[in-house]
Nanobody, 124 residues
Framework: QVQLVESGGGLVQPGGSLRLSCAASIPSGTIFSFNTMGWYRQAPGKQRELVAAITSGGHTNYAESVKGRFIISRDNAKITMYLQMDSLKPVDTAVYYC???????????????WGQGTLVTVSS
């Protein structure tokens, strides 16, 4: 089973920066194709929303609220995804979740995998 682990969350002041990482691990002896990956976030009392997504070919898409401030990237060799967050605002405060759509080599179907989340708090 594929597992995703987020890291890099914490407390930061408005205008500051933070870099989130999402590291994937797979069972030994297995092969998975990682297709679209993305970052979602959820604040208390709000629904989970897409922050940014990146395809296996490197095409990216961002929520309007973070355009120009966040950059999503991925390292396929390390099976790791990143989210560089600059000019952070209090409204960015949320639990950030890593998501990946993967396909095992043993079957022709896609699986959606979620991490447990990492908390980002933007406050002065």
């Amino acid at each position: 089973q594929v597992q995703l682990v987020e890291s890099g969350g914490g407390l930061v002041q408005p205008g500051g920066s933070l870099r989130l990482s999402c590291a994937a691990s797979i069972p030994s002896g297995t092969i998975f194709s990682f297709n679209t990956m993305g970052w979602y976030r959820q604040a208390p009392g709000k629904q989970r929303e897409l922050v940014a997504a990146i395809t296996s070919g490197g095409h990216t898409n961002y929520a309007e609220s973070v355009k120009g401030r966040f950059i999503i990237s991925r390292d396929n060799a390390k099976i790791t995804m990143y989210l560089q967050m600059d000019s952070l605002k209090p409204v960015d405060t949320a639990v950030y979740y890593c998501n990946a759509v993967v396909m095992p080599s043993t079957e022709f179907r896609y699986l959606e995998v979620w991490g447990q989340g990492t908390l980002v708090t933007v406050s002065s």
